[in-house]
């Protein structure tokens, strides 16, 4: 199938869907692009006429794997285990291990193909790529947690590799999961490498890369804000989640002085009508990494409204963070964020807005909208830079690895008003950052020839 025209995005999509049946958050996540991309390669005939958005959406490889543990009580356990190897035309693919009982090939390729353009964005040489498990941490003990963890970088080692394929954490996967990753790792092929980023200090990690998708995403509020002769002080800001992204943008948040009302998890959601404060953000880092409780639990002990079962959408607030997990606000979720006054929505989860939601954030005149790819691309930026310290055997300071990661999106935020400004001033961020992240490595397909 050959794209002529802009208009034929309906068919390239036809395509897409026949390739791969019953994907649909994989279809969602191509949908989201293409839309801005067919429009900029229809007089662009060397993207166009060699197909390259359609070669990208097929990815380099899909490794599915079966993944056999046993639970404390002497059960035997079978999970599946995948890896998505998207593109490696501008580096190593690089991309994080999700283990949630969702995981499934599509959210997999959809997390893959957005990878590559996120990595892209931030100027690395790192190619994109995905990987998980539908196993469920939640309510496992650190043994169990750990056997699972063994099982599946037994299958997993002899794919990856720090030139080839570099994972990292995401949902499910934190500090202690990539411990028992790279010690396994380790064992089975015998070497010290910069495999797994996410690494704790004292075996190569980075500093600020725990910090560092929460930081970004309010690196790019900020910017965005910036552009427009705005700032974050004194607003109202709503967080989904309280896990790793969540927890980390809250900190940020306070310290420049923006009030957080809300934190979530999937039982239900806290507000502090005050704003939570650092010591409290601390509590709930604990809460979530060591103690492995529920955000219910704040509220009993901060004395903060719990809502079972809900979000932090209908709460009025300026200043907008998903956190948490893929379409999580929906259409009539986005009318209610609008109607309350949002001012700016800065995606630290990836899709977390359904198209129905982006259609609504996009046509109300004065909103901001941060894609995924952009906004919480300070994670993967300092992954390739923990990758560079790897390679280096040095470690740089903090204070060093924040500035740096401030520069990556304030570059990132430039790049998506180089390609996405509209007329007066209104920047178009999706489009920015769908045509910026393409353009690299469309150019890399191009210069290795037909492959
Ligand atoms: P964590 O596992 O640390 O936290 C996830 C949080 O989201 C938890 O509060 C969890 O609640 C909640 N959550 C997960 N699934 C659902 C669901 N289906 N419905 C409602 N709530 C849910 O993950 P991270 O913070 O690392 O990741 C959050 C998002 O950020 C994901 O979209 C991830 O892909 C993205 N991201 C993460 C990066 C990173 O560096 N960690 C980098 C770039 C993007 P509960 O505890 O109840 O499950």
């Known amino acids: 199938m050959v794209v002529d025209k802009a208009e034929d995005l309906e068919k390239f999509m036809e395509g897409v869907v026949a390739r791969n049946p019953g994907e649909t958050e994989f279809h969602q996540a191509v949908h989201e692009v293409a839309m801005d991309i067919i429009p900029y390669i229809a007089d662009k005939p060397l993207y166009k006429d060699l197909r390259i958005l359609e070669r990208m959406t097929e990815p380099d490889r899909v490794i599915s794997f079966r993944v056999v543990w046993e639970d404390d009580k002497g059960e035997l356990r079978v999970n599946r285990g995948f890896r998505v190897q998207q593109n490696n035309a501008i580096g190593p693919y690089k991309g994080g291990i999700r283990f949630h009982p969702s995981v499934n090939q599509s959210v997999l390729k959809f997390l893959a193909f957005e990878q590559v353009f996120k990595n892209s964005l931030t100027g690395l040489p ?11 941490p939640k309510g496992r003990s650190d043994r169990e947690v750990m056997r699972f963890c063994q099982s599946f970088m037994t299958q997993l080692h002899r794919y990856i590799g ?23 790792y380790k064992r089975l092929v015998n070497r010290f490498e910069g495999v797994l980023t996410g690494k704790a200090l004292e075996f190569g990690g980075s500093h600020v890369r725990t910090e560092a998708t929460g930081y970004g995403a309010v690196y790019m509020m900020e910017g965005m804000l910036a552009h427009h002769g705005e700032h974050i002080e004194g607003r109202n800001c709503l967080i989904s989640g309280s896990g790793n992204v969540a927890t980390y943008c809250a900190e940020k948040l306070i310290a420049m002085g923006g009030k957080v009302l809300t934190l979530s998890d999937s039982s239900g959601m806290i ?112 992954s390739g830079l923990e990758m560079s310290q790897n390679s280096l055997r040095l470690q740089w300071t903090e204070a060093e690895v924040d500035a740096r990661l401030r520069e990556i999106v304030k570059s990132i935020h430039d790049e998506c008003v180089e390609f996405g400004t509209r007329k007066g001033n209104h920047v178009d961020y999706f489009k920015g950052a769908n045509i910026a992240g393409f353009t690299k490595v469309a150019d890399a397909m191009l210069a290795y020839g037909v492959m």
């Open 126 to 136: 790192m190619g994109g790529g995905k990987g998980g498990a539908n196993f469920d």
């Open 271 to 382: 507000v502090a009508k005050d704003g939570l404060t650092q010591d409290q953000v601390e509590w709930i880092k604990d809460l979530k990494t060591r103690r492995r409780g529920r955000i219910s639990e704040a509220a009993k002990e901060f004395g903060f409204k719990y809502h079972k079962g809900k979000k932090p959408w209908a709460i009025p607030g300026e200043l907008v963070f998903p956190c948490a997990t893929q379409n999580e606000i929906d259409g009539e979720e986005a009318r209610l964020l609008v109607k309350n006054g949002a001012r700016a929505v800065c995606e630290g989860a990836n899709m977390p807005a359904t198209p129905e939601a982006i259609a609504v954030f996009g046509a109300a005149k004065s909103l901001l909208h941060a894609p995924a790819k952009a906004a919480n691309a300070g994670g993967v930026a300092v």
């Open 162 to 184: 720090p030139d080839t394929d570099v994972p990292a954490g995401d949902i499910g996967v934190g500090s202690r999961e990539v411990g028992y990753l790279f010690g396994q």
